[in-house]
């Protein structure tokens, strides 16, 4: 049992509204929030949460399959309502597309239950409630800015900071959750398990034998983690699937790069890698998908991570293939050279992986 950490006084003055329909858990959460120290509002139903929302609510805790109004509905009328109040949502051990729709909504983060690890509760909880805290300074600083323009000069440059490093760690946070729903979905299946991992190993080695600059490193290291989120909401039995597929099984998986581009594209600072993401079976001849783009139409990133991409694929162990060794599969590469793929980044590929000790793959 965790020792319980004691806040300071803003903290424990902090109010926490849950909404949840199981009598069981509700309790319990609460139970657990006193412990903290904090004061709580427990209500049955999002119509109740809406009912009971008022401005002193320092965080929201709502659980998803509610009756009525469930949480994402209530989300939805939360932010229609400007309360700028951070959500978190309580989930079992549900759907991937319900988390990525959780995002999209502006959940800010998720609990699992039953909860299990008390310090990350709090953790998170905590979080939360300094970023309430931090949007009512803020709030409060615009409202009081035309009066105070000279005398809140220096704060304002403060505060800018803190918002730029608030954006920057929302942004981490936002890729870090798509990539744990993509890794869990990896581990289910000892065949692909990591696959994102080693794809972006191949390809950051690419990048920097062909002398990319550090942020394009980064835009290829993100694309890559980010390729095959599409594969969240595809069905399970196609990719898993021990032997060919059907026609209407590759129809399915086939859309798995314009599904990855439209989890990512809500995040607008992953504009770059949601191209990627898209135009990753692309083939220089064309003859690739979703677009059919030839050429120069395809970005050097994209045809980087194409490469990356097939030759783990080549090699990696498959329910439905024998794989290839490293010196077949470059082989293989060469042989499709600027048909399928590019023939300057296979050849980059080739030169530096004999010299290269992936320890980690």
Not at 125 to 143: D, G, W
Not at 216 to 225: K, M, N, P, S, Y
Not at 264 to 278: S, T
Not at 294 to 306: H, M, P, R, S, W
Request: charged letters at 30%; a negative charge.
């Amino acid at each position: 049992m965790p020792s319980i950490r004691l806040h300071n006084s803003s903290l424990l003055h902090s109010r926490i509204l849950i909404a949840d329909d199981d009598p069981l858990v509700r309790d319990a959460v609460v139970k657990i929030l006193e412990l903290f120290g904090y004061q709580v509002v427990a209500v049955e139903d999002g119509r109740a949460c809406l009912n009971h929302v008022t401005d002193d609510i320092d965080t929201i805790i709502l659980d998803i399959n509610m009756p009525g109004l469930n949480g994402f509905d209530t989300i939805k009328a939360l932010n229609e309502r400007n309360f700028d109040i951070p959500v978190l949502f309580l989930t079992g051990a549900g759907s991937m597309e319900y988390a990525v729709k959780a995002i999209n909504l502006g959940a800010y983060d998720f609990i699992s239950k039953p909860i299990e690890d008390l310090d990350l509760f709090d953790v998170k909880i905590r979080r939360a409630i300094e970023k309430r805290m931090f949007l009512r300074r803020e709030k409060t600083y615009k409202e009081n800015l035309e009066s105070e323009v000279r005398k809140k000069t220096k704060e304002l440059a403060e505060k800018n900071l803190l918002l730029e490093k608030y954006s920057h760690h929302l942004e981490v946070s936002s890729v870090n959750t798509i990539i744990t729903l993509n890794t869990a979905l990896e581990e289910k299946d000892q065949y692909t398990a990591g696959h994102t991992k080693r794809v972006t190993e191949y390809s950051k080695i690419i990048g920097l034998a062909m002398g990319l600059p550090r942020e394009d490193i980064d835009v290829l290291t993100r694309a890559c983690q980010l390729h095959d989120i599409g594969k969240l909401v595809i069905d399970v039995s196609c990719i898993q699937k021990p032997g060919p597929l059907s026609d209407e099984e590759w129809i399915l998986v086939k859309k798995h790069p314009e599904i990855g581009e439209n989890i990512i594209k809500p995040l607008n600072f992953l504009e770059r890698e949601g191209e990627i993401v898209r135009h990753h079976h692309e083939r220089l001849d064309g003859r690739g998908y979703p677009d059919g783009l030839a050429g120069d139409e395809i970005n050097l990133l994209t045809k980087i991570v194409t490469v990356a991409d097939s030759f783990d694929a080549m090699t990696s162990k498959r329910s439905y293939k024998i794989n290839m060794t490293k010196e077949e599969a470059i082989y293989e590469l060469r042989a499709h050279k600027n048909t399928q793929f590019d023939a300057i980044v296979v050849e980059a590929f080739a030169d530096i992986l004999p010299k290269r000790q992936l320890h980690s793959l």
